[in-house]
């Protein structure tokens, strides 16, 4: 399969103001730094903020000098520069690919929690913002009641039923079609939540080294799904700097054209961990771009009731014209986490499908959770709205202590959902979330977002626990920043030339 290629205007679009001068190279040669040096720290940025992804192909020195306007030898000595440093890699007769050097690879989808096996009951941290979750709603209670009311019609049976109670099946059909998307009962499957929907699917969609486009960054445990499939994920580069267009759909068409994926996992409704919402301009554009390549775009739902700025659009699947968007959803974000409840909107055979499937991995999701998620649908325009006020108080907290106490920290306040992600002033993610157990809080480190090392100038913040825990959070992250500042301000040295 040929090699996914960067074109000289995406790159030049990414790089944006690289010599932070006039634009002309005679005065980046004037200045203390070289123009070649300046656009191979540009690069370099981009690689490790996973906009230039692992792998991937770098424009011909010939493209990128006529698109940017600079001489060739400028791009030839970049490009050299991230060779030596070994961000490059080339072989005879074939493009240079993005790389890595071995000394800040790792693993980014390893959770930092692990370090709770190394402390005592006494030590451990008081702060846990390595999860995007809010405590159950007051209703959660009246919820189990109602479901123990209603479960005797169900006990005369086996209690095993595949597909979903149909009361469940019909309030979920119903929501769709109020947010403009209509729906019959017989499109619902209902699962232990969108991680199993969306197993369910890869199991069925995909097979063994098939590619799957996933927007980046986006849920770790997704890229985990895809992986545990045999299947390998593609990332296509959010722009959070442009929030009104955060996805690049160009880019999308672009991947899915070179690498023949036939599936992709998207969130575009408050992306897991940016917040970002894509307008119904770029859903209708994605659908289009699912047709013209044949591709079944998976679009993850779990956020879509955390709306907190502006309107929802309609749904993605609402601009299709058949089965190439499948959505997903879940009980989880909207009510509580401990309510193990999703479900599949999709056609009939693809849910026939879905079901041969599921019957090697369980048997049914639990009736009373089901009745119990029914319960919380007939009164959720009462329990979301509640529940949008308050992450509004709380994200308005974290951006307030984040202003105090980490001024030159960026955040990417999006549209909604339940988190911020956070640009620090250097690449020290892994680091930060290392340490920060050591002043109380736990981290969930950039790159575990993102694949092959991709984010570690980033950090996902949640704003779900009080806003007196994130006003206190924020002073410990500040505490442990300025303790590893002095040691890891920049453990990637900026590029020198030998």
């Known amino acids: 399969m040929a090699i996914r290629v960067i074109s000289a205007a995406t790159l030049t679009r990414d790089l944006g103001r690289?010599?932070?001068?006039?634009?002309?190279?005679?005065a980046a040669r004037r200045s203390a730094r070289p123009a070649y040096l300046a656009l191979a720290e540009g690069i370099r940025l981009l690689i490790h903020d996973g906009r230039a992804p692992l792998g991937v192909a770098l424009p011909s020195e010939r493209d990128l000098s006529a698109?940017?306007?600079?001489s060739r030898t400028t791009v030839t000595s970049a490009y050299t520069l991230l060779r030596e440093h070994g961000y490059l890699l080339s072989r005879q007769g074939s493009r240079s690919t993005v790389a890595l050097p071995a000394s800040v690879k790792h693993d980014g989808n390893k959770p930092t929690r692990s370090i709770l096996a190394m402390m005592s009951p006494g030590e451990l941290p008081t702060i846990d913002l390595t999860y995007a979750a809010m405590s159950a709603p007051p209703e959660m209670t009246d919820a189990y009641s109602s479901a123990l009311q209603g479960l005797p019609i169900y006990l005369g049976t086996h209690g095993m039923d595949p597909v979903g109670v149909l009361t469940l099946r019909e309030a979920v059909a119903r929501r769709y079609t109020e947010r403009g998307l209509p729906t019959d009962p017989d499109q619902i499957l209902i699962t232990l939540g969108a991680q199993h929907g969306l197993r369910l699917l890869l199991n069925v969609l995909t097979a063994p080294a098939e590619r799957v486009l996933i927007d980046h960054p986006t849920y770790p445990n997704a890229i985990e799904a895809i992986r545990d499939v045999g299947a390998r994920p593609v990332p296509v580069p959010l722009r959070p700097e442009h929030p009104?267009?955060?996805?690049?759909?160009?880019?999308?068409?672009?991947?899915?054209?070179?690498?023949?994926a036939s599936t992709a996992y998207l969130v575009p409704d408050f992306n897991n961990p940016t917040g970002l919402q894509m307008d119904a301009e770029g859903r209708a554009e994605l659908a289009a771009i699912a047709r013209e390549t044949r591709m079944t775009v998976i679009v993850d739902e779990s956020m879509v009731d955390q709306q907190l700025d502006g309107e929802n659009p309609p749904p993605a699947a609402a601009f299709g014209r058949g089965s190439e968007i499948v959505s997903i959803g879940s009980a989880s974000k909207s009510f509580w986490g401990g309510l193990r409840v999703g479900w599949v909107r999709t056609n009939q055979t693809l849910i026939t499908k879905l079901l041969g499937s599921r019957s090697s991995m369980d048997l049914g999701t639990p009736v009373m959770d089901q009745l119990a998620t029914g319960y919380l649908l007939e009164h959720a325009d009462t329990i979301l709205a509640r529940?949008?006020?308050?992450?509004?108080?709380?994200?308005?907290?974290?951006?307030?202590?984040?202003?105090?106490e980490l001024p030159d920290w960026r955040a990417v306040e999006g549209a909604g959902g339940m988190s911020l992600w956070v640009q620090l002033p250097a690449p020290v993610s892994t680091a930060l979330a290392a340490t920060a157990p050591n002043h109380g809080i736990l981290l969930a480190a950039g790159p575990r977002f993102g694949?092959?090392?991709?984010?570690?100038?980033?950090?996902?913040?949640?704003?779900?626990?009080?806003e007196?825990?994130?006003?206190l959070a924020v002073k410990s992250i500040a505490a442990a920043y300025a303790a590893l500042t002095p040691h890891a301000a920049d453990p990637l040295a900026p590029l020198t030339c030998y």
């Open 18 to 26: 690289w010599r932070h001068d006039d634009g002309d190279e005679g």
């Open 244 to 260: 009104e267009a955060g996805w690049d759909l160009d880019g999308i068409r672009s991947a899915a054209r070179q690498t023949a």
């Open 468 to 471: 007196s825990d994130l006003r």
């Open 387 to 404: 529940r949008r006020d308050q992450l509004r108080s709380r994200r308005a907290a974290l951006l307030d202590a984040m202003a105090e």
């Open 451 to 466: 694949v092959q090392g991709a984010f570690e100038r980033f950090l996902r913040l949640p704003f779900t626990h009080e």
């Open 67 to 70: 698109v940017l306007g600079v």
